[in-house]
């Protein structure tokens, strides 16, 4: 073989070696390449897995969180209902002990025992006097009283039943037009009959301070 073949024949076979250092140097390459992305992958994926670990147990705790406040909430809805039947409870006694028919006995016992009070100490003073007047200095001054005794008139129901036949007529508007006008009347008159102010203004279907501004002037007027 001359020269040239050998030439050829080594440069054919050099080529065939480049082209397989070339192939086998990809081809490591890119195996190379493929094992730093799975590394990749395998940390992100350890990560997520730490993340999720992580949350977990963030939500475990916050399902723990609410249902504490489920519990404390029930308890304090259950000391709230108990709160408002002791409330409802003492309210009824408040009532049963603050009645009206009781608050008049015990305004009619106040008043006579003042009366009997004002009474002993009105004839005390009296005899008194009556030991160091004369005669004459007793009839001046019992002429002086009969000339100055007023003589103004209060009308006091007899009966708290009165009043409420009244009321009930007012109710009814069986009122004529001089008895609606004396609308003040009537209200003072069941104030003299035991009614507090508040039912009163509750039956009136009035304000309670219009009824014991009504209450006031009646006063002055008729002392």
């Known amino acids: 073989m001359s020269a040239f073949h050998w030439f050829v024949v080594l440069a054919s076979i050099s080529s065939l070696v480049f082209a397989w250092a070339t192939y086998i140097l990809e081809s490591f390459k890119k195996r190379t390449e493929k094992t730093a992305i799975d590394e990749e992958e395998e940390k992100l994926v350890e990560l997520i897995g730490k993340v999720r670990i992580f949350v977990d147990s963030k939500l475990e705790q916050l399902d723990r969180k609410m249902e504490e406040a489920k519990a404390l909430i029930k308890d304090l809805n259950e000391q709230y209902v108990s ?30 025992s003042f009366k009997e009070n004002g009474k002993t100490e009105t004839i005390g003073k009296f005899s008194n006097i009556d030991t160091e007047l004369s005669a ?29 036949n009244e009321y009930e007529k007012y109710e009814k508007n069986e009122y004529t037009d001089d008895a609606k006008n004396k609308k003040a009347e009537l209200i003072f008159d069941m104030y003299l009959s035991g009614f507090e102010p ?10 309670v301070g219009e009824v014991r501004l009504i209450i006031d002037l009646m006063k002055r007027q008729k002392p």
Do not use: C, F, H
């Open 83 to 112: 709160l408002a039947a002791l409330a409802v409870q003492l309210q009824n006694q408040l009532q049963k002990t603050g009645s009206p028919s009781e608050m008049e006995a015990n305004q009619k016992l106040k008043n006579e």
């Open 136 to 164: 004459d200095e007793k009839a001046l001054i019992q002429g002086y009283v009969l000339k100055n005794k007023p003589t103004y008139s209060t009308r006091v129901p007899e009966k708290r039943e009165e009043i409420v």
């Open 198 to 207: 508040v039912e009163i203004a509750k039956k009136m279907k009035m304000g």
